[in-house]
């Protein structure tokens, strides 16, 4: 299934896609499931493949304004350097285990709605990259059960402010600037993903290709990093793993390439969908 969340009057839903399309289950499904995280939380994927089944769409997909597929995190976890064309680009050393940050939830736009280059910066990098949305409570996860944590995939642009994230050795402030963290279009569920470094990603920036990769290059790949970090903190339903970019990001072009208000970026990963976003400069 292909789930999208939307807003919906002033409170949000969420649906399965059917063609071009929206089947509304959370209209079906009633006020017990406020949006795609309690359905997670409860376990209850086969309900809402259950509501959907047999069903028409209510809505045209063109007609919504859609969110992020999980608007509402409690951890969104991000892998640096994952790639190791980037890891070069970059001039890191190897590393025994992954990069992390953190990047909050009110950062994250959906698909189709304005990521935002901040007017204190002209770095405004682009960064395509695999997400990957927890299903289940996930802690000391073995590498032979760490896949089953995961209830489905999205597309992130981890739009990167890189003055601000190079200020210190930490790289929160440049992560987490307001509207700079693309999310969507929807979650694909995992039952129709079943090898996450079998996909193939691509970045484009005004259709020109700046990063284009298969997800099986990751330095530390899906499986791992849910053993890694469950070894520290507990996953739980609706949590996210932002899973790296690969090489080819504009501040190590020559000359660097940069997102200005005007420009559109898009996000690729076969298998998932296409998540595009307009940039537009803060006011």
């Known amino acids: ?36 995280r309690k359905v997670l939380e409860a376990g209850a994927l086969h309900e809402v493949a259950d509501a959907a089944k047999g069903a028409r769409p209510d809505r045209r997909l063109a007609e919504l304004t859609l969110l992020p ?9 991000c892998v640096g350097v994952n790639y190791d064309e980037h890891r070069k680009e970059t001039g890191r050393d190897p590393s025994a285990h992954p990069v992390l940050f953190t990047r909050w939830a009110d950062t994250q736009v ?46 992130y642009h981890d739009g990167s402010v890189r003055d601000w994230q190079r ?25 129709e993903i079943p090898d996450p470094q079998k996909l193939h990603l691509t970045t484009r920036l ?11 290059l990751m330095i530390f790949d899906v499986r791992s990093l849910i053993v890694y970090i469950s070894a520290f903190t507990t996953l739980r339903p609706g949590d996210v ?3 790296g970019t690969p090489g080819g990001v504009g ?33």
Request: glycine fraction near 12%; hydrophobic fraction near 35%.
């Open 167 to 191: 200020h210190t050795h930490q790289f929160t402030p440049g992560k987490n600037f307001p509207a700079t963290g693309g999310f969507g279009p929807w979650m694909v569920t995992a039952d």
């Open 69 to 77: 597929p999980v608007t509402d995190p409690a951890k969104i976890i």
């Open 251 to 283: 501040d190590k072009r020559n000359p660097p390439l940069y997102m200005k208000g005007g420009d559109v970026a898009e996000v690729e990963i076969r298998g998932i969908g296409i998540l595009r976003n307009p940039i537009v400069n803060e006011g």
């Open 1 to 36: 299934m292909k789930i999208v969340s939307f807003q919906r009057g002033a409170a949000e839903g969420f649906g399965v896609v059917e063609g071009d399309g929206v089947i509304d289950v959370s209209a079906r499904m009633g006020p017990r499931f406020a949006n795609l």
């Open 241 to 243: 793993i932002i899973t």
């Open 110 to 155: 959906g698909h189709g709605q304005a990521m935002v280059k901040p007017r204190n910066s002209d770095r405004f990098d682009y960064e395509g990259e695999l997400a990957v949305i927890i299903g289940r409570e996930c802690r000391h996860a073995a590498a032979a059960d760490a896949l089953s944590c995961i209830a489905g995939y999205s597309c």
């Open 206 to 216: 005004n259709g020109q290709v700046v990063q284009d990769t298969p997800t099986d």
